[in-house]
């Protein structure tokens, strides 16, 4: 097992082997206030990462770091660095809009383009330049969907809009979406809050294959979510990530007196 | 009515479900529905009133009393000095001498004296000369015939026959005499009178005779306008809001514009008027009374409206559209263009419809470039003069002769038909590009 991270100001060495994203010395300021607070976190390949705490701890804002997000919010600022594999995402020759082509994202309330099935998940690689021709789009439509596991669902009428879909089937139409950007990084924030218990089961199956391919991060309010579906848990607390470790560990052997209380339920 | 101390004193008081207090709940409750009924049904009162009035003083003006007669076309009235007929001879023909005889043989006046041939010329209009030579013009083979046409009757003529003018009056006051109300009885016993359709309303210029004063100027003016404030105002104002919604930082600057942007929008609009003569027309030399100038005077007006109009439809697209977009790597050129103005579009289109209307029903402005004038022929380009639709019904309001009157509401319905028209327009527009999300 790996050494846990804890909040420190220490340039640390990498925490685990080969890490999909480090996080160094990450705080996030809205105006002059300070939102998260150097924040050490590395988040392993292929793998699923939750991010848990009760609201406000900065769980999201700092998920929102990871594809620079927050630089739509004229008021944020972000110090510290962070690399995804080894290259820096704040750097002047990494363009932003590249970077959230790798790094895929899924909202809290499921926010299909108003549009065709067809046209919200084309629009992604169309933008990007990854499509050959009108075959090799439908190609990538086809596959992004049967990844998201809803193929077998919408493949009738691909041509309707994506808005017509329940619930769940438009979340996954939104994993669908990220997934055809062809990136490594898929956060998730929250992606179950909207969905009924059948929709979300269908999802956490659905993280779980992705694993497979794709490095997770899913930010989730739910202790027995993140039980289920990760494999490396980090909990944050104020603004402070308080601890990070295997997914089992921070279940069952929590280290901080922090993370114990909320894990049980004494607060959150 | 009970306040809510009241209300919770008296509950705490009683037992939960108070049957008086429930009454008297239901009891404010119609009461407040019947303001309600009450505010709308005096709005429809009124609005029923102001149309009522408008429409039976002014449908009047869409007839137009016309009298049939048989004109001799004379080869010999056409014929020049040279004894030959061609263009020019047909043009510079005495039209008004070949209607006043055809008049005058179908009253059976064979030699008539002086107040008599006044006033059976009275008859006229005085735009019959050039009916007559619209239709030779037309039809050279007429030349030698003698052909029945319907030409229109002089404006006292058809204010008689529309009932605008009381026959018991005594004959000194009136703007018939006696012989006159005998020809036109006799004229219309034959079948010689009748109310046509007004076409000339839509294609007459500017004119001192009511039954040859028509919108034809004003409707291509305000044509004119509508579109320089379609091609001015619009972009500038969807580029502006789309600025300031979305890329804009935020900062006193540009608060002091967004401030002095809705001040704009409240400026009244005769300063813009003052504007415009300042700035278009003595700095900038643009001609007076041409509809360019009154264009870019109404697009300065709608301009504010516009960009409110936009930027509150920017607004209301949910940022999670945006969130998606900015997740799957859209810029933001792309995120404005490809989703937040697409799916704003409804409300924009309604904004800028609301804003030419404005437009187009407004006069103060137009008055202070000059585009009250007495224009007669059409304007081919904006730069010609013009008048607009409001411009002219207020012309036409401030002339005392009965035909006016009619032509004035009659113009009114023409204007409120065009704004209801485009209002239409706007709400059919917005239903066809409402998308839900």
């Known amino acids: 097992m790996e050494q846990i991270a804890v909040t420190t100001s220490i340039a640390p060495a990498p ?22 607070f150097d924040v050490n976190l590395d988040i392993p390949r292929n793998s699923v990462t939750a991010l848990i705490g009760p609201s406000g701890c900065g769980k999201s804002t700092f998920l929102r770091c990871l594809n620079r997000m927050n630089d739509t919010i004229p008021i944020c600022r972000v110090t ?39 046209d919200n998940i084309a629009y992604g690689p169309r933008i990007h330049g990854l499509v050959r021709d009108r075959t090799h789009l439908e190609e990538i439509v086809t596959t992004s969907l049967e990844k998201a596991g809803l193929w077998r669902e919408v493949k009738d009428r691909i041509h309707e809009p994506g808005t017509g879909l329940s619930g769940g089937q438009q979340q996954r139409l939104c994993i669908a979406r990220a997934i055809a950007t062809t990136p490594d990084v898929i956060l998730m924030d929250e992606p179950c809050s909207a969905l009924d218990p059948i929709a979300t089961a269908k999802v956490e199956e659905l993280i779980d294959e992705l ?36 997914t089992e560990q921070i279940f069952d052997d929590p280290r901080d007196k922090r993370t114990q209380d909320y894990i049980n339920g004494r607060f959150g | 009515m009970a306040t809510i101390e009241d209300t919770m004193t008296m509950a705490a008081g009683n037992k939960l479900n108070d049957p008086a207090l429930l ?20 709005a429809v009162f009124f609005l029923v009133v102001l149309f009522g009035s408008i429409i039976a003083k002014g449908w009047t003006a869409f007839l137009q009393t016309s009298i049939r007669l048989d004109v001799v076309l004379d080869p010999a009235e056409f014929r020049n000095a040279d004894g030959e007929i061609t263009d020019q001879s047909i043009r510079l023909a ?79 006051r009136r703007q018939l005499n006696d012989r006159q109300l005998g020809w036109i009885d006799k004229l219309a016993a034959e079948g010689r009178v009748e109310k046509h359709f007004n076409t000339g309303l839509f294609t007459f210029g500017a004119s001192s005779q009511p039954e040859t004063a028509g919108l034809g100027v004003a409707l291509i003016g305000s044509f004119f306008m509508m579109l320089i404030v379609a091609v001015v105002a619009v972009p500038i104002g969807v580029a502006a809001a789309a600025y300031l919604e979305e890329f804009a930082p935020r900062n006193v600057f540009t608060d002091i514009i967004e401030v002095n942007i809705n001040n704009l929008a409240a400026v009244p609009s005769i300063v813009f008027g003052l504007l415009g003569l300042a700035v278009f027309i003595n700095f900038m030399g643009l001609p007076r009374s041409a509809s360019l100038v009154g264009g870019l005077v ?32 859209a810029s933001k050129m792309q995120t404005l263009f490809h989703h937040v103005l697409p799916l704003a579009m409804p409300g924009i289109l309604t904004g800028t419809i609301i804003g030419l209307v ?80």
Not at chain 2, 300 to 310: G, K, N, Q
Not at chain 2, 377 to 398: E, G, K, N
Not at chain 2, 416 to 423: A, D, E, I, R, S
Request: no cysteine.
């Open chain 2, 298 to 329: 109404l697009s300065l007006m709608t301009l504010p409206t516009v960009i409110i109009a936009t930027r509150a439809a920017i607004r209301a697209v949910p940022p999670s559209i945006r969130e998606a977009a900015y997740g799957v790597g």
């Open chain 2, 94 to 172: 005495d039209y008004t001498k070949m209607a006043r005889k055809a008049l005058q043989s179908a009253l059976g006046l064979d030699n008539p004296s002086r107040p008599e041939t006044r006033d059976m010329r009275a008859l006229l209009s005085r735009g019959v000369d050039v009916q007559v030579r619209a239709a030779v013009e037309a039809d050279r083979s007429l030349i030698g015939l003698t052909v029945p046409m319907w030409l229109l009757a002089n404006g006292n003529v058809d204010a008689l026959l529309k009932g605008a003018i009381d026959r018991d009056i005594p004959e000194d």
């Open chain 1, 211 to 246: 694993r497979q391919n794709y490095t997770i991060v899913i930010v989730t309010h739910s202790m027995q979510q993140a039980r289920r579906v990760s494999q490396k848990t980090a909990f944050f607390h104020i603004g402070h990530l308080v601890e990070t470790g295997d």
């Open chain 2, 358 to 437: 404005q437009a187009l029903g407004e006069t103060a402005p137009l008055l202070m470039i000059g585009l009250v004038a007495f224009v007669v022929d059409y304007p081919t380009t904006p730069m010609d003069p013009a008048t607009a639709l409001p411009v002219q019904i207020y012309m036409w309001a401030s002339s005392a002769e009965r035909g006016f009157v009619e032509r004035t509401m009659g113009a009114t319905i023409v204007l409120l038909m065009f704004l209801f028209v485009m209002n239409a327009a706007a709400v059919y527009l917005r239903r066809k590009y409402e998308r839900k999300w």
């Open chain 1, 80 to 118: 510290g660095e962070i690399e995804l594999d080894g290259q820096d995402i704040h750097d002047r020759d990494l363009d932003v809009v590249e970077l959230r082509a790798r790094v895929g994202m899924v909202f809290q309330k499921p926010n299909p383009f108003p549009k065709s099935i067809f």
């Open chain 1, 15 to 36: 925490l685990i082997a080969t890490p999909k994203v480090t996080a160094r010395d990450v705080g996030v300021f809205y105006g002059a206030k300070q939102a998260l």
């Open chain 2, 23 to 42: 009454r008297r709940r239901y009891a404010a409750e119609r009461r407040f529905q019947m303001y309600g009924i009450a505010a709308l049904g005096i």
